[in-house]
């Protein structure tokens, strides 16, 4: 199998976790996020731009990005539904910004409430107006491994959004397996069917336990960019009580044994999966938090 | 990577996981083996042959083991840490039984009260004793990817098991990974340092998540023999509140989306990992027992 020399994370808990969780205060948002950015972490999906009134656990995202500190070794980023969106984060001070889609109509309908055309149709404006103000725009393809509606997604109709995005003048793009439908076959499948230059990253969930694997698939392919949060903070609100986000330090923990470098400090980020256990007043699912590494680290 | 048409699986929840739960009731464990060997699974380790001071949990195997039903496709096993357990094994009329060893000296002491010399120094008669009465024997050897005690193991030192349990009659190999410690490069390494004929089984736990990453890497490297257990049952002794085994619904649920047969009905599967659930009294951390599979099951 084929393996990198380095894997690049995006911590995704201040944004991902927080947002399935019951809302925690902005002092605790705060917190975590300046934990998180003296863990060695590179990039922080920090915020997102949504209604507060369908996302209450968003509402203070201004707030949270003018207190938290900012280290100029960290790409910061927020998630955006629509232009509106995206341009309070720029608003905001964002240089980095990422516009969700999904694959699906129908998730696309429950997440963002328009059609996947509609959706795609303001990419141009996103992207011009991202250019402006010199900040750099993500794709996140939502449900590319599967919806929890319609089930299974056709890798053509992901290939197909990508190649809009691409012609639209997105920089990045991420494949999110936003229910855990995701195995080691449909990564095979989505990469197959999927050309293009721009950066690719994955975002998997756990539900199903086989996140590890299909990051491992996903490595064997070329990816280098992943999605974790940390704790494997957050949830999925279509499987009531079943794991969300793939843990960053279970993802962590694997690459640095077998010699891939992430630039994390493993044990910082334990801490910091410790206090996300603490401000959201739950067990975490995290193996790596709840028996520690495998050898005692140095 | 390469990928088989085909994985053995044995379900080990009713030795192995009720082993690490607080004792059951002599008919639950007979209700969970007769639901397992409805499920199409080819291979159940039922009881183990322990000292019932030390395992309290397995004082009532011989009676568990008369009062199930015995499917004639199915081979059923019982574990053995030694040639009175063996003896003990057959007496009960077992046909296949597996003596663990560690690869691990303070583990083997702390597992089995004796040296891992005094151990392979019995296998020669165990082998006799095993062929003499028609029985199949495997040798389990625990702590193959790590120890919770000495930290790394050597796989040199798990080799050289290898080739005693080889030269003394065993029939087959079984690494357990026994807390969890297995990553992708532990498998590949020991895979590298191992030379036999004889058939080789994986067993795995999900204490830090990479269970299946594991067996996706030993797939990768021809082995197609694994062991599991419905609804993830067991713990680990050394990590209080971690998850154990691998569960065994999570493992076919990702085999079969990749095409890979293991002859198990997976909705049968997760009927019994629900009542696994309802013996043992406590939620189960098995994501496809809760959140069910990525699409409905035909």
């Known amino acids: 199998m084929h393996q990198p020399d380095r894997v690049s994370l995006r911590e995704v808990a201040p944004r991902d976790g927080l947002q399935n969780e019951p809302p925690v205060s902005t002092q605790d948002k705060i917190r975590l996020i300046d934990a998180l950015s003296r863990t060695g972490l590179s990039r922080i999906e920090a915020v997102s731009f949504v209604n507060p009134k369908a996302v209450p656990q968003m509402a203070d995202a201004a707030e949270v990005w003018a207190a938290v500190e900012k280290h100029p070794g960290i790409r910061y980023s927020a998630l955006a539904p629509n232009l509106k969106g995206v341009q309070r984060a720029i608003d905001a001070g964002f240089t980095a910004v990422e516009v969700v889609?999904?694959?699906?109509?129908?998730?696309?309908?429950?997440?963002?409430?328009?059609?996947?055309?509609?959706?795609?149709?303001?990419?141009?404006d996103i992207c011009a107006l991202a250019r402006d103000n010199l900040a750099g725009v993500e794709a996140i393809i939502a449900t590319s491994f599967g919806c929890p509606f319609e089930g299974d997604i056709a890798p053509g109709a992901v290939a197909e959004i990508?190649?809009?995005?691409?012609?639209?003048?997105?920089?990045?793009?991420?494949?999110?397996?936003?229910?855990?439908?995701?195995?080691?076959?449909?990564?095979?499948e989505l990469l197959d069917a999927v050309d293009t230059e721009l950066p690719l990253l994955m975002h998997f969930h756990n539900t199903r336990g086989a996140a590890l694997a299909n990051l491992l698939t996903?490595?064997?392919?070329?990816?280098?960019?992943?999605?974790?949060?940390?704790?494997?903070?957050?949830?999925?609100?279509?499987?009531?009580?079943?794991?969300?986000?793939?843990?960053?330090?279970?993802?962590?923990?694997?690459?640095?044994?077998?010699?891939?470098?992430?630039?994390?400090?493993?044990?910082?980020?334990?801490?910091?999966?410790?206090?996300?256990?603490?401000?959201?007043?739950?067990?975490l699912e995290s193996g790596v938090l709840r028996a520690g590494p495998r050898t005692p680290l140095k």
Request: proline share 3%; hydrophobic share 45%.
């Open 218 to 283: 996903a490595l064997d392919r070329g990816v280098t960019e992943f999605d974790a949060s940390v704790g494997g903070l957050g949830g999925c609100p279509f499987a009531p009580g079943a794991s969300g986000n793939v843990a960053t330090e279970e993802v962590v923990h694997m690459l640095h044994d077998m010699g891939i470098d992430t630039g994390v400090d493993l044990a910082a980020l334990i801490g910091v999966a410790a206090l996300a256990q603490d401000i959201v007043g739950r067990e």
């Open 101 to 124: 889609i999904s694959a699906s109509e129908s998730h696309n309908q429950a997440n963002v409430g328009r059609s996947v055309a509609d959706s795609l149709a303001e990419f141009p």
């Open 162 to 188: 990508v190649d809009a995005a691409t012609e639209a003048g997105i920089d990045r793009i991420a494949f999110g397996d936003t229910t855990g439908m995701a195995t080691p076959r449909r990564v095979n």
